[in-house]
């Protein structure tokens, strides 16, 4: 959908928008939103798609951003955009920006420029790069995110205990290993092919969301692409306001978010847990969709029911905690392994969570 050229006094919540970046955000009304997630362009003449003159794709990684990059201009339209956000941002809100080493240093230097405060820069590696065919490089296996609030002194969200419990217990740390979105997740267009050259894996926004945002909080993401953040977000009940220029990229978010069904609200509350130590986190599980916030697990025998929590705790009546410590406390044992007490239906059966483990990344 489009907007007429006016200030959006409304919000326009869980609406995908075509249109430029910096046109809608000028229409939306100051300290409106609660977060921003930003996969900016790397390059301004398609935004999203670098060429060379002759009109042929370029590869992400190769010498030609240098060549072609008109860097002045790329700098003024990231001051454009990065100062709409500040201004939409909430005082206690943060913004979460990804690139590469194309965009993300100019990027991150311009933030400061303007006032933001730098929180944390996080190292996304990746379990599946793409191989440096031609040899002359090391493979480039990361990107980095840039995490930040609107000033040095902002009263910002951070949700340790949650980020903690998806990790098992374990602080979490600013190195996170994901595989590339591949497999069902990716988006392919009627040949095959991949509709979108740097789709996002939902494993990454939702660590990305629930470490600063609520449900009920509305979600910025003014480089829509073909909806990751949007879908995650309304997986999470949060609220979502995506900016997309690209015509087929609105039609396929749009359809992409149609088909998410929100987790319920008793899926969502998180609390503290103590570590109890596996080879894989729960929370990894949670987070790759494999085991969905709202799932409902069982014991073998089917006497006992827990749900899924978003950051991979779970609920059992008025108790919540990890695999482990749900399962021993609906047990009156001093301890339980959870990953072979806790079931879940599959094909007609009930299989232990335990073999979620092996499955392919």
């Avoid at 928008?17 to 955000?25: E, W």
């Avoid at 996304?124 to 990361?142: D, E, I, L, S, V």
């Avoid at 340790?160 to 419990?165: G, L, N």
């Avoid at 695999?323 to 059966?349: K, M, R, Y």
Wanted: glycine share 8%; with cysteine.
């Amino acid at each position: 959908m489009s907007l007429p050229v006016e200030v959006v006094r409304d919000l326009p919540l869980d609406q995908v928008i075509l249109g430029d970046a910096v046109r809608i955000m000028r229409m939306l009304p100051p300290a409106s939103v609660h977060c921003v997630f930003a996969d900016p362009p790397y390059n301004l003449q398609l935004r999203g798609e670098l060429r060379r003159p002759d009109d042929s794709l370029v590869d992400g990684v190769d010498d030609d951003w240098d060549r072609f990059t008109d860097f002045a201009a790329y700098d003024a339209f990231t001051r454009e955009w990065l100062g709409e956000c500040r201004r939409l941002l909430r005082k206690d809100g943060t913004l979460w920006v990804i690139g590469t080493y194309h965009n993300i240093f100019r990027i991150g230097a311009i933030l400061q420029e303007l006032g933001f405060w730098i929180l944390n820069d996080v190292v996304w590696r990746k379990a599946n790069p793409m191989p440096n065919f031609r040899g002359r490089r090391f493979t480039n296996a990361h990107e980095t995110l840039i995490w930040a609030a609107p000033g040095r002194d902002a009263r910002y969200r951070f949700n340790y205990q949650a980020m903690k419990a998806l990790n098992d217990d374990v602080q979490m740390r600013s190195d996170w290993y994901f595989p590339l979105c591949t497999g069902p997740e990716r988006l392919r267009n009627e040949h095959g092919l991949k509709l979108h050259p740097t789709q996002k894996p939902e494993a990454l926004l939702h660590r990305v969301l629930l470490s600063c945002t609520s449900p009920g909080d509305i979600v910025l993401d003014p480089f829509l692409g073909t909806g990751t953040t949007a879908a995650v977000a309304r997986r999470l009940s949060r609220h979502f306001i995506g900016i997309e220029r690209h015509p087929a990229y609105v039609e396929a978010a749009l359809g992409r978010v149609r088909r998410v069904r929100p987790a319920s609200a008793e899926a969502l509350t998180a609390t503290a847990t103590k570590r109890e130590a596996v080879r894989v986190p729960f929370g990894s599980l949670v987070e790759r969709g494999l085991v969905p916030a709202g799932t409902v697990l069982t014991d073998r025998m089917r006497r006992v029911q827990a749900v899924v929590v978003a950051d991979g705790t779970l609920r059992c009546g008025g108790i919540q905690g990890s695999i482990h410590q749900v399962g021993a406390a609906v047990q009156n044992a001093p301890s339980c392994n959870g990953w072979t007490f806790w079931h879940l239906e599959h094909d007609g059966a009930l299989v232990a969570i335990d073999g979620l483990r092996a499955a392919p990344a």
